[in-house]
């Protein structure tokens, strides 16, 4: 503890990573969206739900370049661009005429969730430099960040709708996000190659540091990218649609708005406990527990009903999150902490085919039940793969 509060500069840039994550995590946000932008633009709910899978999807491909553009530009560069991209994303969507509701897709989703991918990635990989000692704990504190975003936001943007009209709502957003990206942005920024950070990081450096290119021959990799794709599914796929699955469920509609309240709790709570207790406990232990009760979680929502709904879905979100906060820090165990940004924005590519996929594919199962099975089944899969993984560890490492 000690030596995070001695990290004086490490923790500026944690506070204003922090803080820029809360504003990025609107991403989990559009379920409250769904039913104002439905009646305002006429517009099928079931398209207005796509809207998250077309954000997750370029929020996966930003990571992805945002790794890139990182080690070119710098984080500071990165997380300007990125606030940009999403604050134009949102100005714009305000002004979409009822006739073509579907820039929606392309305006919030496609330009918003490259934009909070990139300084999402700039952000993470900022904190884990900063403490090297410390990755879990860093990494959990600006992840936590981004999924608390729904308990703020979430109320904020209904009384916003409530009070001003869907348009104008976008518009204020819009303020609020260039404000805050304008003013932070310059505090996030990767450690100076000397000092007392080198020394911190000397023994993580001496292990082999995996370029990207090196990175896609190896088993592990993949281990790890089919077990984020398939687990993170489950929560993609019911994301959009909470506040409505409740009422379905027989919950009051004013519940499920703090229903999708709380699952920014649990989310938030999950990225921050999870990656510090793998400081503890190791990284594939903990993955396997949340995986685990994802799983049985996935398997109780084909009859889950009123508060063991409620409950289930708040674990889920739990899950999701505590395995969102451990990847980027397994992803710097295998293959190092110099290139952790471009190698974990590479896996990402898979959350982003997934983000894409998987909600549409499932939507496509009327039944419930199976609905929920093959969500099961996903999640088992991915337990198994970081099975596969743990053991490949223990080959190369016997100890």
């Avoid at 999807?57 to 606030?83: R, T």
């Amino acid at each position: 503890m000690n030596s995070i509060l001695e990290n004086k500069q490490g923790l500026k840039v944690l506070v204003a990573a922090a803080t820029l994550q809360l504003f990025m995590g609107i991403v989990y946000v559009w379920s409250v969206f769904v039913i104002p932008v439905s009646e305002f633009y006429n517009w099928d709910p079931e398209a207005v739900k796509l809207t998250t899978s077309y954000m997750l999807c370029f929020f996966g491909l930003g990571i992805f370049a945002g790794g890139k553009l990182i080690e070119k530009l710098g984080a500071s560069k990165v997380v300007l661009m990125g606030g940009l991209l999403l604050s134009s994303g949102l100005f714009v969507t305000a002004f979409i005429p009822t006739s073509t509701p579907w820039l929606i897709y392309i305006t919030y989703g496609i330009f918003g969730g490259f934009g909070v991918g990139a300084a999402y990635n700039a952000n993470i990989s900022s904190a884990q430099k900063w403490f090297p000692k410390n990755r879990g704990f860093a990494t959990g504190v600006s992840v936590c960040a981004f999924g608390f975003s729904t308990v703020i936001f979430a109320p904020l943007i209904e009384a916003l709708i409530r009070n001003f009209g869907l348009q104008q709502a976008f518009l204020i957003l819009f303020a609020m996000f260039i404000t805050a990206v304008l003013t932070l942005f310059r505090f996030v920024k990767l450690p100076e190659t000397t000092g007392t950070i080198d020394e911190a990081m000397a023994q993580l450096l001496e292990k082999k540091q995996y370029t990207t290119s090196q990175v896609l021959v190896k088993k592990e990799f993949y281990f790890m990218a089919l077990s984020f794709m398939l687990v993170t599914s489950v929560f993609l796929v019911l994301n959009p649609s909470f506040k409505t699955l409740a009422i379905e469920r027989g919950i009051d509609p004013m519940i499920g708005t703090v229903i999708v309240m709380l699952t920014g709790i649990a989310n938030a709570f999950g990225r921050l406990s999870i990656p510090v207790l793998s400081d503890s406990i190791g990284r594939e232990k903990v993955a396997l527990l949340i995986i685990t009760t994802t799983a049985l979680c996935a398997l109780a929502l084909m009859s889950a009903q009123g508060f063991v709904f409620m409950v289930t879905i708040l674990l889920i979100a739990f899950c999701y999150g505590g395995y969102t906060g451990v990847i980027p820090v397994l992803v710097a165990d295998y293959f190092g902490i110099k290139h952790v940004g471009s190698n974990y924005g590479m896996l990402s590519v898979g959350f982003a085919l997934s983000a894409l996929t998987v909600p549409m594919i499932v939507s496509q199962i009327e039944s419930v039940t199976l609905k929920f099975a093959v969500l099961t089944t996903f999640a088992v899969i991915g337990a198994l793969l970081v099975v596969l993984l743990k053991r490949s560890k223990e080959k190369d490492d016997p100890r």
